[in-house]
């Protein structure tokens, strides 16, 4: 682990913003007497990250405002519904998560009181239990593993460079085009 920082939070949130607003590297570090490597090495990612996101957003409203009101209206709507479903789904794969914790959890303390030494030994009954147990358990795994794999699996082809990570509507139905150009009606 390293040394301590010489700058409290609130000075490196400083520094970040003043590097969004296009002030160098250099001229910070020599005022709060830190090196350009460790500024570089706190803000490069994030600020690169800040940086694609606003394009993201500008591409974005250019697109909206090339069509008209009330497209832009079902457009926002349709956005939003989008959202509620993404977090509802975020929600089912909470709840399954811990569903699932839960239920291994009881099918391992039922497995503690198998005799190891004749497991068939009054234990069929509590085998079948336990094997329903976990099915249970891994059924409630399901939605936050396949979000899981989804997500993984399009994170994976972008660092391949086979194509972008998917982001807007074109991606939910299916469409291969760019998300801040507007669809061909």
Same mark, same amino acid.
């Given at each position: 682990?390293?040394r301590?920082?010489?700058?409290? !939070? /609130?000075?490196?949130e ?8 296009g ?9 709060y007497?830190v090196?350009?490597?460790a ?33 832009? %209206?079902?457009?926002?709507?349709l956005? #939003?519904?989008?959202? !509620?479903?993404?977090e ?6 909470r709840?399954? +998560? %811990? ?6 959890? $009881?099918?391992?303390?039922q497995v503690?009181? $198998? #005799?190891d +030494? #004749?497991?068939?030994?009054?234990? +069929?009954?509590q085998?079948m ?7 249970? /358990?891994?059924g409630a ?15 994976e ?13 074109n ?5 291969s085009? #760019?998300p801040?150009?507007?669809? !061909?009606?």
């Amino acid at each position: 682990m390293g040394r301590p920082s010489k700058l409290t !939070d /609130a000075q490196w949130e400083t520094i970040g913003k003043r590097l969004l607003a296009g002030e160098s590297t250099s001229a910070l570090a020599r005022e709060y007497k830190v090196s350009k490597t460790a500024i570089s090495v706190r803000f490069s990612k994030r600020n690169e990250t800040i940086k694609t996101v606003a394009n993201q957003i500008v591409e974005t409203e250019r697109a909206l405002s090339k069509l008209n009101v009330s497209e832009q %209206m079902a457009a926002r709507s349709l956005a #939003d519904s989008l959202k !509620d479903i993404s977090e509802h789904l975020a929600g089912a794969a909470r709840y399954g +998560a %811990m569903t699932a914790h839960r239920l291994a959890g $009881i099918a391992a303390q039922q497995v503690e009181k $198998i #005799d190891d +030494a #004749d497991p068939l030994k009054k234990s +069929a009954t509590q085998l079948m239990g336990i094997s329903a147990l976990t099915k249970l /358990a891994n059924g409630a795994s399901e939605i936050g593993l396949n979000l899981l794999r989804a997500n993984k699996e399009a994170l994976e082809e972008a660092g391949r460079g086979k194509k972008p990570v998917p982001t807007g509507l074109n991606h939910f139905y299916g469409e291969s085009s #760019d998300p801040a150009e507007p669809a !061909d009606a």
